[in-house]
């Protein structure tokens, strides 16, 4: 499957205008003949030596680095990203070190390895801000694709139509292409099947526009999958055989085995089961050959449904169960965390940007303020000098504090913004409960204020809903927020003033309780786990039963001697009363 990934490449945003065209072509080779841009990367690197320019270095690097990732080549992979670290660490390039990100988060997304989303999440951080406008929409499709490829769509799809703004704003046809590709892919994911081709349609137009005519092949393999789903099972088939043989003949291992499987779709839909079924363990064998683990975990399941349709139920049943472990090996409770931290702490630094670009305007006011009570200053002494034309000055004068005074009610209106923007940072916009940014602030304060010697030890609750993503895919997501809601409004009842309560990310709530000691903390926990099972629930929720699990750990300064690790403790304790069956209070080993 081409997702158009990652090929806004670094090169083509900070060329001369001059060489523009080349940069183009440069672009698409990393699609069309990875491993030859591979190979005349290399070159380049070892004639220039260290007389080669940083940006030129950096732009090198990225395309021989996407080329890597479309042919599967992890030496060429490695070669590229520590070479772009290197880069930053020596020349202070924050954009060296987002491609470096970027880059490895495609390739641990691509193979079924949790930390992608995070390590992509981490390389926008790294560029946020920047002034460039064209390291800006590549940032931003970058950010987009992670989402796209890790099935994300509802975070994907405004990503993705911001890039494709900036492109368009650029005139660069290219990225609109890639854009308007990753969104089709995100709204395939929903399922959204009309909107998802015509987005595709769409981008092999701003493909064809920009001379890339392989790739305008390439993108039918996605327009593939939506005819299969629109009964056009032949044009689906002629789509992604010519697209699967550019593939072959580039050596892009990936997408080549996403056209395997949808050529196999299309002859499963005209009736030749055994035939794709064939093809389909030809194509599972390549991927495991390959360590694709996050594409086999989809084609073990096509293949389990071809499986069962030829007869082969134990080899059916085999796929289901190879793709249901892959899928558990990707994702952890404890990486779901630090993903939900990442996001909310790129989500602050937008807003922290916002509040800087309001307190700036606030610094102009001031000195439009300054200069305009000067001036009348200077109009008043004028007027007592000369005397003369008093009407007309008194008029000036008091237009001109007119002008000082919507001038001191627009300051304090931006001022009154930049704080409610402040306050917005510390709060969870689902719940109206302190956010995990709060949580951080408070849990620090209380760390480094010093404990009265006599005084018990600090308690941490570490709360998650039993089987909440179940709740969100049986009853929706928008039941899923109301359930949200019916815990937050509990917590707030349950739990006195003397503890603090905060929401830290999707369905896990932490709850601080100074000096309150591991006695009195897994009693309050065990209150709250009672008090929710014993919840009776709104008669429209189409839910029986509401429970959580807790991890209880107390700061004891030793095994626990900071915030992560007094976090961690908790984690582990929440780990275990989730593995031991759900519904149950369990404290920290780690302290205590």
């Known amino acids: 499957m081409f997702r158009g990934a990652w090929l806004g490449l670094l090169l083509t945003l900070m060329a001369m205008p001059a060489v523009a065209a080349s940069m183009n072509a440069f672009r698409e080779r990393a699609v069309t003949d990875p491993h030859g841009l591979i190979a ?34 992890d030496a060429a992979l490695a070669e590229a990203t520590l070479r772009l670290n290197s880069l930053a660490a020596v020349t202070h390039d924050p954009v060296a070190a987002a491609a470096a990100g970027f880059l490895q988060a495609r390739h641990d997304i691509a193979n079924g390895i949790s930390a992608g989303l995070g390590e992509a999440l981490q390389a926008a951080n790294k560029v946020l801000g920047q002034a460039d406008p064209g390291i800006v929409a590549w940032a931003r499709y970058q950010f987009c694709d992670a989402y796209t490829l890790d099935d994300k769509p509802d975070k994907a799809i405004p990503l993705c139509q911001q890039a494709l703004a900036d492109y368009r704003a650029l005139g660069d046809e290219f990225g609109m292409g890639d854009a308007e590709n990753d969104t089709g892919l995100a ?33 039918g393999d996605n327009l593939a999958k939506m005819y299969l789903k629109q009964g056009r099972p032949r044009e689906a088939m002629a789509l992604s055989q010519a697209s699967l043989k550019q593939e072959l ?10 056209s395997t499987t949808d050529i196999a779709l299309a002859e499963a839909a005209l009736g030749l089961h055994r035939q794709a ?26 293949e389990s449904r071809m499986a069962e349709q030829v007869g082969d139920l134990r080899q059916a049943l085999a796929d289901e169960r190879e793709a249901s472990r892959l899928n558990n090996q990707a994702e952890t409770p404890a990486q779901r965390v630090v993903e939900a931290e990442l996001e909310q702490r790129y989500a602050t630094r937008e807003k922290e940007l916002r509040i800087s670009e309001l307190e700036h305007a606030n610094e102009l006011k001031d000195l439009q303020l300054k200069a305009a009570e000067a001036d009348a200053a200077r109009r008043r002494e004028q007027q007592q000098r000369q005397r003369l034309a008093s009407v007309t000055i008194a008029l000036l004068a008091a237009a001109l504090l007119l ?27 689902l719940t109206g409960m302190a956010n995990r940014r709060a949580f951080q602030q408070r849990a620090t304060e209380l760390l480094h204020h010093p404990r009265e010697e006599h005084a018990a030890p600090h308690v941490l609750l570490l709360i ?34 003397s503890c603090f309560v905060a929401r830290i990310g999707g369905e896990e709530f932490t709850v601080l309780c100074p000096r309150a000691g591991l006695a009195a903390g897994m009693r309050l926990a065990e209150a709250l786990r009672t008090g929710v099972a014993a919840l009776v629930l709104p008669k429209d929720l189409p839910l029986t039963k509401l429970t959580i699990s807790i991890g209880v750990a107390q700061f004891d300064g030793a095994r626990c001697h900071d915030l992560s690790s007094w976090m961690r403790a908790a984690d582990l304790a929440l780990y275990a009363a989730k593995s031991g069956g759900r519904d149950q209070v369990v404290a920290s080993k780690l302290a205590g």
Do not use: C
Request: glycine content about 6%; charged content about 25%; overall charge positive.
């Open 249 to 258: 003949a580039a050596g892009r291992v990936s997408d080549s085995l996403d």
């Open 403 to 429: 002008i000082v005074g919507l001038l001191v009610l627009l300051l304090r209106a931006q001022r009154r913004h930049a704080a409610e923007l402040q306050a917005q940072t510390l709060r969870d916009p």
């Open 464 to 497: 998650d809903i039993d089987h909440f993503k179940s709740i969100n895919d049986s009853i929706g997501h928008l039941q899923g927020d109301r359930v949200l809601r019916l815990l937050t409004d509990y917590l707030r009842t349950a739990v006195d003033d």
């Open 187 to 219: 709204l395939a994911t929903q399922d959204k099947v009309d909107d998802a081709a015509a987005a595709y349609k769409r981008s092999r137009q701003h493909y064809a526009r920009a001379g890339a005519d392989q790739l305008v092949v390439l993108v």
């Open 277 to 302: 079924y064939a093809r389909m363990r030809d194509a599972v064998a390549r991927a495991r050959k390959a360590g694709i683990n996050g594409q086999l975990i989809g084609m073990l399941q096509v």
């Open 40 to 73: 005349a990367v290399r070159q380049q690197l070892d004639h220039a030596g260290a007389n080669l320019p940083p940006a030129r270095e950096r732009e090198l690097l990225w395309g021989m680095g996407t080329a890597a990732i479309n042919s599967n080549d």
